[in-house]
């Protein structure tokens, strides 16, 4: 007989869907609060596990990793990911090994990040460019960040300052956030598997024939142009069309893998820039303390470069206080276990969804002191990394499947945020708060647009 982990009871067919709430991440934290760490129900036909506690995210991520490194086979994601050719959703196996092994030796290492430190530089530079232009009274500072991430993102992806490219970045961008958008419907195939076949709400046709092709055409048109011209800093589709031997990927892989780059590094990188920013505005001493440690380590005559970047430890403090709070991926990507696997004393059946509650192990009252609040000192105290070595921190995850992106995500943020703060001071409009509503699910938002006063800190021609 199994000992499964406890969990609401499961109704034959519909297990425990009658009693889903959105957002997941505070319902899945609300049944740890009743049955304990590791809570097992049945979302439909399908077995699922939340993981609410360090001490079993560490279980699934490290000392059982391999077991639970694979994704769940759902219908969207399958279609998302030109089945499964990608990195992000592929199953553990030897076409994400591949993908891997590209994103971790070519694309993702120190010294590929440095060469395309001048494309960081310039977008940073169009940030406080687009709020000069706005301000100084009232700016939307989601607005003008967002804009230059996107840029930003897209330019070391594809390239597009290449104007030959004929292809902008608002409008790559477009396709994959409707695309995005499309990947939050709940597919009652992946439910009910039964239904599987029959695509009885026409989400998988939909992806296959109306949302898939205009993203296959223009990533073909993006690799045909780099395959017949080069740029001065070479870009993601530049390495990619250059990889021979054992690395050397198919058309349809390359097409996949940058694809997930597009889905997994704007929207991520969006939301942690936004967030940080609105808690700074939120807490007046805390922005004055990092910007003091910029004008310490930087000066005033120069914007901050990433080479700064490891001499700002309460900048990285304020980073992870943030990441801590609001995760943007607070669920991670789901996990999945093709065999029957163990949790502790809990036998965990084969083909199990795993969610690991990154959201609810970063506000757990028994690892962190006054969880809720923005404390950026508590990072100076206890050293904690990123990188997944500590459970109880996990905005990137941890083990095999942890974000591959991380090296570079960790310059963007911390550049943007110090570039933002150092040239400019920030304030809530008069008699306004900062509303820090969000909605959370698979990804997390803030609401509304932050809207602030930005006061120039530095000489004019700095923002030129
Ligand atoms: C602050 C920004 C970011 C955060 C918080 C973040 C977080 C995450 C998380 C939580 C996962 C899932 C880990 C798991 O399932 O265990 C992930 C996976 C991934 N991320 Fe990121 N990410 C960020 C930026 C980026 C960027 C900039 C890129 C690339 C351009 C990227 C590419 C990926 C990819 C390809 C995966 C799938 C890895 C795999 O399944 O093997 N991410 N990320």
């Not at 695509?199 to 205009?214: A, H, I, S």
Request: net charge neutral; aromatic share 8%.
């Amino acid at each position: 007989r199994l000992k499964l982990p406890p969990g609401p009871f499961p109704w034959p067919i519909v297990g425990s869907l009658f009693i889903v709430k959105e957002p997941l991440p505070i319902f899945f934290a609300e049944l740890g609060r009743k049955y304990g760490p590791v809570v097992y129900f049945k979302l439909g036909m399908v077995p699922t596990v939340a993981i609410n506690s360090a001490a079993a995210a560490r279980e699934v991520l490290k000392s059982r990793d391999l077991e639970f490194a694979s994704r769940p086979d759902l219908g969207n994601l399958r279609q998302i990911s030109f089945d499964y050719n990608d990195l992000g959703v592929a199953p553990y196996g030897e076409t994400w090994k591949l993908m891997r092994r590209v994103s971790a030796t070519h694309l993702f290492t120190p010294s590929k990040l440095n060469t395309t430190a001048s494309v960081r530089h310039r977008e940073v530079k169009a940030m406080i460019k687009n709020i000069l232009d706005e301000g100084p009274e009232v700016v939307d500072l989601t607005a003008a960040t967002n804009a230059a991430v996107v840029q930003g993102v897209v330019n070391l992806l594809v390239g597009t300052d290449d104007k030959s490219l004929g292809i902008d970045a608002r409008s790559l961008n477009g396709i994959f956030e409707k695309a995005g958008e499309e990947l939050l419907n709940v597919n009652l195939g992946d439910l009910f598997p039964f239904l599987r076949r029959l695509d009885v709400q026409g989400l998988e046709r939909k992806f296959k024939y109306v949302v898939m092709p205009p993203i296959k055409s223009l990533m073909e048109k993006i690799i045909a142009h780099h395959k017949s011209s080069s740029r001065e800093v070479e870009d993601f589709v530049d390495v990619l069309v250059n990889l021979n031997g054992e690395d050397a990927l198919t058309h349809i892989q390359t097409i996949g893998l940058l694809s997930d780059f597009f889905i997994a590094g704007i929207n991520t990188s969006q939301t942690s820039i936004d967030f940080t920013l609105a808690e700074l505005v939120r807490h007046p001493a805390i922005l004055s303390r990092a910007q003091k440690e910029i004008d310490q380590v930087v000066g005033s005559s120069r914007l901050v470069q990433e080479s700064d970047l490891p001499s700002l430890p309460y900048l990285h403090a304020v980073i992870k206080e943030s990441l801590r709070l609001h995760p943007p991926l607070p669920l991670l990507l789901p996990h999945h276990n093709p065999a029957a696997s163990k949790i502790g004393e809990y036998d965990i059946p084969a083909k199990s969804t795993i969610f690991v509650n990154a959201w609810a192990i970063g506000r757990d009252p028994s690892t962190w002191d006054r969880p809720l609040e923005f404390v950026p000192e508590r990072f100076l105290e206890r050293d904690v990394k990123l990188t997944g070595d500590d459970f109880s921190l996990l905005p990137f995850g941890a083990g095999r499947r942890t974000c591959a992106g991380y090296l570079m995500a960790m310059r963007m943020l911390p550049l943007s945020v110090a570039t933002v703060i150092q040239a400019f001071d920030l304030a809530t409009l008069e008699g306004r708060e900062v509303d820090m509503g969000e909605s959370t699910g698979g990804a997390t938002r803030r609401n509304k647009n932050l809207m602030v006063s930005a006061t120039p800190r530095l000489a004019k021609e700095l923002y030129a």
